[in-house]
């Protein structure tokens, strides 16, 4: 039973471009969270998706979106992207919103490095 | 303005002795906590959680004891061994009949287990 896969593992890129990070979740799971983690910090919640909806945002700018489609899996997508977007990212699976955060199941993340 | 805190950067532990991780919040809504342990190149991966209408909960060797009044939680590893190292991370939420707020996370406390 594979777990929460995320792709690609690594990613350079420069400023002012845009990156897209994916994830496949956890099988029978069918809502993903996405975590910003920046060195030295705890991961701070992005946003989530659940029926190919976004149902909640962290404190996070419009230059961060996303996608889940239906096969459940997501996409993260960051436009004009700033050195201060270098981060781990992470993504979570739970089955169903009604489980709530706390069954969260998360990858081993992309590590973004803008220059 | 940082909701959940661990003032400690990282411990370090003999074998065979008690680790003690501490963690304090502010906000009193949140009534749900968990402890995630995070190895290198690994995703967060859920430990143990407590509600806030307990004190204490055990799952072998690992306990979380909450005092709701000064807001603070620790986890206690005993006996501590080598494969325990890595990074805690103290997480809370405020939950709801149709699910929960977003977990919001601390910096984490690296633990290093020395045989």
């Known amino acids: 039973d594979a777990g929460v896969t995320q792709s690609p593992t690594h990613l350079i890129k420069t400023r002012g471009q845009q990156v897209t990070l994916r994830c496949s979740p956890k099988s029978g799971h069918d809502t993903v969270s996405w975590y910003q983690q920046a060195l030295g910090q705890g991961p701070q919640f992005i946003f989530q998706?659940?029926?190919?909806?976004?149902?909640q945002r962290g404190n996070f700018p419009d230059r961060f979106s996303g996608h889940q489609f239906p096969n459940y899996s997501s996409e993260l997508n960051v436009n004009a992207l700033l050195l201060g977007d270098s981060a781990l990212y992470l993504c979570?699976?739970?089955?169903?919103?009604?489980?709530?955060?706390?069954?969260?199941?998360f990858g081993p993340g992309t590590r973004l490095t803008v220059t | 303005d940082q909701q959940v805190k661990q003032n400690s950067p990282s411990l370090s532990v003999q074998e065979g002795r008690i680790s003690i991780l501490n963690c304090d919040y502010t906000n009193s809504m949140f009534d749900y906590f968990l402890w995630y342990k995070k190895y290198p190149a690994e995703g967060p991966t859920f430990l143990i959680s407590i509600s806030s209408i307990k004190d204490k909960n055990e799952d072998g060797r690992f306990t979380v004891f909450l005092n709701k009044s000064a807001k603070h939680l620790s986890l206690h590893i005993v006996p501590s061994q080598p494969g325990d190292s890595a990074v805690y991370f103290c997480a809370a939420t405020k939950t709801w009949n149709s699910g929960n707020t977003p977990l919001v996370f601390g910096k984490g406390t690296r633990l290093s287990v020395i045989a």
């Open positions: 979570a699976s739970s089955a169903g919103l009604g489980q709530g955060y706390y069954e969260q199941y």
């Open positions: 998706y659940y029926e190919e909806e976004e149902r």
